[in-house]
């Protein structure tokens, strides 16, 4: 079974410019999460979904963070314009449901902003 | 107050010591209480889950869980060097189904 799929891996910009991240769930999973991970802190969730819609997104700062998730499948993650403060990892998860299953992680697609 | 607690060490140990690991949380209502292991660059794996309180057992693994003082400890029992990683504590409760984590304790064990 392939596992979570996430690109780029690894992105510099500077700041106020944009970027998107990619993920690719596993196959069958309803739902996806994604994670941002400062240096030195556990994953905090930005946004969840289940199916194509959206489950919580209270911690997406929505000023400058978008997400979606196209036919309940692959979804994007996009900030516009970057902050300094935005330089960490950003993981995408999914699980079978969004009851408390196991959330399975990709590798992650670390930031930074210059 | 956080809503939950964990120390990031980091922790330094020999190979085939006992490591024990711990969170504590202030939420009442999580009952479900996770531990996941993560290796540099590499996203989270599940490691051991439980359900409200007691004892979870797997391999060189224990999960225990005690609500009454909302704490949570995982045991590594003859560590290894391959256990060299960040150990993340993951929590949650209610019905919108959202984990808390910890920052993560930095584990390396010593060959």
């Known amino acids: 079974e392939a596992g979570v799929a996430q690109s780029p891996r690894y992105k510099i910009i500077e700041k106020r410019q944009s970027v998107a991240f990619w993920c690719n769930p596993i196959?069958?999973?309803?739902?996806l999460y994604w994670y941002q991970q400062i240096l030195g802190q556990g994953p905090k969730l930005l946004i969840q979904?289940?199916?194509?819609?959206?489950?919580?997104d209270s911690q997406l700062p929505k000023d400058r963070f978008s997400a979606e998730r196209l036919k309940g499948v692959d979804s994007t993650l996009k900030i516009q314009p970057a902050k300094l403060e935005d330089s960490a990892v950003y993981l995408c998860?999914?699980?079978?449901?969004?009851?408390?299953?196991?959330?399975?992680f990709g590798p992650g697609t670390r930031l930074t902003v210059l | 107050q956080k809503e939950v607690e964990q120390d990031p060490g980091p922790l330094s140990v020999p190979e085939g010591a006992i490591v024990s690991l711990n969170c504590t949380y202030s939420?009442?209502?999580?009952?479900?209480f996770m531990w996941y292991r993560q290796y540099s660059r590499k996203g989270p794996e599940l490691l051991m889950y439980t359900y409200s309180s007691g004892n979870k057992e797997d391999g060189r693994f224990t999960a225990q869980v005690d609500k009454s003082s909302k704490y949570i400890s995982l045991f590594i029992r003859d560590s290894q060097p391959s256990d060299s990683a960040t150990y993340l504590c993951?929590?949650?409760?209610?019905?919108?189904?959202?984990?808390?984590f910890g920052k993560g304790t930095l584990l390396t064990v010593n060959p």
């Open positions: 998860a999914s699980s079978k449901t969004s009851e408390y299953n196991e959330q399975f």
């Open positions: 993951a929590m949650g409760g209610g019905s919108n189904y959202k984990l808390t």
């Open positions: 196959s069958g999973h309803a739902t």
């Open positions: 939420n009442s209502a999580f009952q479900y």
């Open positions: 979904f289940q199916n194509n819609g959206v489950v919580d």
